[in-house]
């Protein structure tokens, strides 16, 4: 059984950024979990009952977990409204992890590609990796953000044309050449990315969004249904061989 742990964890700093996101650090003494991992969250003056659950988008020494946050309705506005020192409940780690994934041997870098909020869960993966080991391609509708900790300059696009190319993140990306691709957005745009490394047979994993309850896999509210059978989000993924998902 994953190691993992429900522990009531003081928020030790809050940085709101534009367009209603915000990075969030927790201090956690709990197993360390690994990029593309995640933890549900919930804090304890909050209006809603069931616990969100969010990617792990980066951690310091000292123990502090951070978390990159999108605001879309109650649970996250109150994720957004705690304070410095407020309790939240965090259960994890949380799912499998980016590097739990088969990689085929022999040189060459790996893709990283994140749509929007997407980005968090690789943006902890890039930290885990050598420099140099990868390219990094991340699309927004307009502004861009969680990029500041990149090792490696990231190719850009956004679809007002604000910062970078002007257009959808997948047109940028070739695949060929690359050992493997790994991906996190939008369904549409984890398709687009899904196609072309089929085309060019390169593997790709892409770490999807269901709507989850228990997190552990009890429940079965965030089934992904696969080529072979229906599997769990939360327990089985979320990160899956994108063959398996998109056919
Ligand atoms: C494994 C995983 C990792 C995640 N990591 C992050 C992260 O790092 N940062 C982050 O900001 N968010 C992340 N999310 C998404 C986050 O969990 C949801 O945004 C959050 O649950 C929304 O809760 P809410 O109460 O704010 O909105 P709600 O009031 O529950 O919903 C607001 C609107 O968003 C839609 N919505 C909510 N959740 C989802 C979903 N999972 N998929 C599709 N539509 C949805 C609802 O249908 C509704 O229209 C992750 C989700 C998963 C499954
Ligand atoms: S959320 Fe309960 S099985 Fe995945």
Known sequence: ??????????????ESLDGGLLILSFAWSGPVPRAGQFFLMRPLRTRVFLARPISLFGSTSGGFLRFLIALRGRG?????????GEE??????LGNAWGDMALPAG????????????????AAFAAELAEGTFDFYAGFKSR????????????????DGSEGSCGRIPDFMDPAGYRAVYAC???????AV?????????PCFVSLERRMACGVGACLGCTVETAGCNRRCCADGPIFSAGEVFR
């Open 185 to 191: 957005g939008p369904e549409p745009m984890l398709q």
């Open 76 to 84: 996250t506005e109150d994720l957004a409204a705690m304070g410095r």
């Open 194 to 202: 899904a196609a072309s490394c089929s085309v060019a047979g390169v």
């Open 144 to 159: 861009p953000f969680g990029l500041e900790g990149l090792s490696r300059k990231p190719v850009i696009a956004t679809e």
């Open 1 to 14: 059984m994953q190691n993992r742990e429900c522990r009531r964890c003081k928020l030790a700093k809050k």
């Open 88 to 93: 939240a409940e965090l259960t994890g780690p």
């Open 107 to 122: 040189p060459g870098p790996v893709a990283l590609v994140g749509g929007g909020i997407g980005i968090a869960p690789l």
